[in-house]
C-alpha cells in the first residue's frame, strides 16, 4: 500500500503536520525501524532528525554505518499527542504501510520495545532481549529483526550505547 500524504487510516491524522514517510535507501536490504515521528519529524517529514536522531546519526558513524545506506521508518508514520506511545489501533491503521515499508528487507533492527512489540507481537524486557535477533513473518514475507535500545535510551542510560552500537555493527554486515 503506498504511502497516502493525506493517509486519515486512524486518529492520528487530526493532530499531525504531515505524514513521514522513510528516509534513507529504500531499496536497500536493512531498515531501522523506530516508534512514531516526534515533533520535529512532524515538522522536517523525515524520521529520527530531532535530539534522537542526532544521537542515533553519532552513533551509526561510530559504527560505520552510512544513514543513507539504510532504510529508516516507524512504525507509525504520524506523531502521536505529547508523544505518547502509538496505540494498538493507531499501529494496526499504520501496519499495512509498515509492512511495504519492509518487504524487500532482509534484517530490521527494531528501536526500542515498542518498535520491538509491534514487529514481534508479543510484551518484551528490553534487559532479555537487547540485540537478540528473531526470526519473523510480515505479510508474508520473512525477516530477521534484531531487537536494541532506542536512541533515546542512550541519552538517560549511556550503557544502552555500547549495545545500539553493536547493533548498528550488526547491519553494516548485512549490507
Given at each position: 500500500?503506498?504511502?497516502?500524504?493525506?493517509?486519515?487510516?486512524?486518529?492520528?491524522?487530526?493532530?499531525?503536520?504531515?505524514?513521514?514517510?522513510?528516509?534513507?535507501?529504500?531499496?536497500?536490504?536493512?531498515?531501522?525501524?523506530?516508534?512514531?515521528?516526534?515533533?520535529?519529524?512532524?515538522?522536517?517529514?523525515?524520521p529520527f532528525v530531532g535530539r534522537a536522531g542526532r544521537t542515533l546519526d553519532k552513533l551509526m558513524a561510530e559504527a560505520g554505518l552510512d544513514r543513507e545506506k539504510v532504510m529508516i521508518t516507524n512504525t507509525v508514520k504520524c506523531r502521536p499527542p505529547?508523544?505518547?506511545?502509538?496505540?494498538?489501533?493507531?499501529?494496526?491503521?499504520?501496519?499495512?504501510?509498515?509492512?511495504?515499508?519492509?518487504?524487500?528487507?532482509?534484517?530490521?533492527?527494531?528501536?526500542?520495545?515498542?518498535?520491538?512489540?509491534?514487529?514481534?507481537?508479543?510484551?518484551?524486557?528490553?534487559?532479555?532481549?537487547?540485540?537478540?535477533?528473531?526470526?519473523?513473518?510480515?505479510?508474508?514475507?520473512?525477516?530477521?529483526?534484531?531487537?536494541?535500545?532506542?536512541?533515546?535510551?542512550?541519552?538517560?542510560?549511556?550503557?544502552?550505547?555500547?549495545?545500539?552500537?553493536?547493533?548498528?555493527?550488526?547491519?553494516?554486515?548485512?549490507?
Open positions: 500500500m503506498p504511502l497516502d500524504p493525506e493517509c486519515r487510516r486512524c486518529p492520528l491524522c487530526s493532530g499531525r503536520t504531515q505524514v513521514v514517510p522513510p528516509s534513507g535507501d529504500l531499496r536497500s536490504k536493512v531498515a531501522l525501524v523506530g516508534e512514531a515521528p516526534g515533533a520535529q519529524e512532524d515538522q522536517l517529514g523525515r505529547e508523544n505518547r506511545r502509538p496505540t494498538g489501533e493507531e499501529a494496526s491503521s499504520c501496519r499495512p504501510h509498515l509492512a511495504e515499508d519492509l518487504k524487500e528487507k532482509t534484517f530490521v533492527i527494531a528501536l526500542g520495545l515498542s518498535a520491538a512489540e509491534g514487529l514481534l507481537g508479543r510484551k518484551l524486557v528490553m534487559s532479555e532481549v537487547a540485540n537478540r535477533t528473531f526470526d519473523v513473518e510480515l505479510d508474508g514475507h520473512e525477516l530477521k529483526v534484531m531487537v536494541t535500545y532506542h536512541p533515546s535510551a542512550c541519552i538517560y542510560r549511556p550503557q544502552a550505547k555500547d549495545v545500539l552500537r553493536d547493533a548498528l555493527r550488526a547491519a553494516v554486515a548485512h549490507l
